[in-house]
């Protein structure tokens, strides 16, 4: 939800919180409460571009020394400032959740206290107490609230914190078995030139030319392995040939009880030649992609699979139509992580990455992969 929705949801009821402060202030009352409200309102609304922990000691100190004040200058009865208590609760949730750990414990049991004791401002004994043990309530769940959201949040950077390094470790395991490959031929090739350098020497030339080509494709995997680690010895092996691969991925996907699926492949991404880590990323798009659209959009129309090329940027995009009316969630919920897995694996190869909802109300999924393509 953007800003500016979050802005017309809050302005109704704060005006209604502030026309009731309005109505309940006696003609006697202070008026520095029907100030105080929208003031806290608007530091809640400039969380975003404010530290949380700034506003949240400055609001718990404005309103605290607004309640000494009133206690000491101020006439007593009237409102003691319903906007300024709701806005300051608001804050309080949002400060537990997302303040830094040592500031949050003094920030927030400060500006608690402020918010429970603000009630003393209307100058009678027995509904002051009353407000106030409400107001200590709501602080709590305030709190709790915030502690709660906060510790989803580390959940949820962990899990994708996992996703990602997985990700990782599995592009790195490609990556090493690439490397070995491109070594393996550099080593028979320069094995064959030492045989025959002095009954063939005029054969050197294309296995030196040979053994440059394969150390520039391993010189261009090592450039992408250096940033992550080898894992366990059991990797993912290469798709043997990759539009061969999407071909039976899309024919796959209408066997499993889904709508058909179309591959549309243009004659400049068919003519790319692609290096082996980006062609086991694009497959792992178009894997994952399928499977999610086979899992939460089974009933969806017009699944699409396009391969096309920009330049030497080979684009992979998926798409499928709206799910049908009425069909049920998925099993295990719609929270997953995978699509956090494509876009570590396609930006950890010097790619762009995006996925989102289509015009038509399907799901599209787009990746672009950097030209690493392999000279000829």
């Known amino acids: 939800m953007n800003r500016r929705r979050m802005l017309l949801l809050a302005l109704p009821p704060a ?103 603000a009630p003393v401002r209307m100058g009678f004994p027995s509904d002051a107490q009353t407000f106030a043990f409400l107001l200590t309530v709501a602080a709590g769940g305030a709190l709790a609230l915030g502690c709660y959201l906060r510790s989803l949040d580390r959940r949820r950077a962990g899990a994708v914190s996992a996703v990602q390094e997985a990700e990782r470790l599995a592009l790195a395991r490609d990556l090493h078995d690439f490397v070995a490959h491109h070594v393996t031929g550099i080593v028979v090739q320069a094995q064959a030139a030492r045989t025959i350098r002095e009954t063939a020497p005029e054969q050197l030339d294309p296995l030196l030319a040979g053994i440059e080509r394969a150390g520039t494709e391993t010189l261009a995997s090592m450039r992408r392995l250096v940033h992550v680690l080898r894992a366990a010895p059991d990797a993912p092996t290469r798709p043997a040939d990759l539009l061969t691969e999407l071909a039976a991925l899309v024919a796959a996907h209408g066997d499993g009880g889904g709508a058909a699926a179309t591959l549309d492949v243009s004659a400049d991404a068919r003519a790319l030649a692609l290096a082996p880590e980006v062609e086991t990323s694009a497959h792992r798009v178009v894997q994952e992609s399928l499977t999610n659209v086979r899992r939460h959009a089974p009933g969806a129309d017009e699944v699409r699979v396009r391969l096309t090329a920009r330049g030497s940027r080979l684009r992979v995009e998926v798409g499928n139509g709206p799910a049908p009316a009425g069909e049920r969630p998925p099993p295990g919920g719609s929270g997953g992580l995978g699509l956090v897995g494509l876009r570590e694996r396609v930006e950890a190869l010097g790619g762009r990455f995006d996925a989102g909802p289509a015009p038509d109300g399907g799901w599209r999924v787009r990746a672009e992969f950097p030209p690493a393509h392999l000279p000829h």
């Open 15 to 117: 005006l209604l919180l502030w026309l009731g402060d309005l109505v309940s202030n006696g003609p006697d009352g202070s008026r520095l409460p029907l100030l105080s409200g929208p003031l806290a309102l608007g530091a809640l609304l400039a969380c975003h571009r404010v530290a949380v922990e700034t506003l949240t000691a400055a609001a718990a100190l404005a309103s605290g020394a607004l309640t000494l004040g009133m206690l000491r200058f101020a006439p007593a009865g009237g409102s003691w400032g319903v906007l300024e208590s709701a806005a300051l609760l608001a804050l309080l949730a949002v400060a537990a959740r997302t303040a830094r750990v040592p500031a949050a414990y003094v920030l927030c049991p400060l500006l608690a206290v402020a918010i429970a004791a």
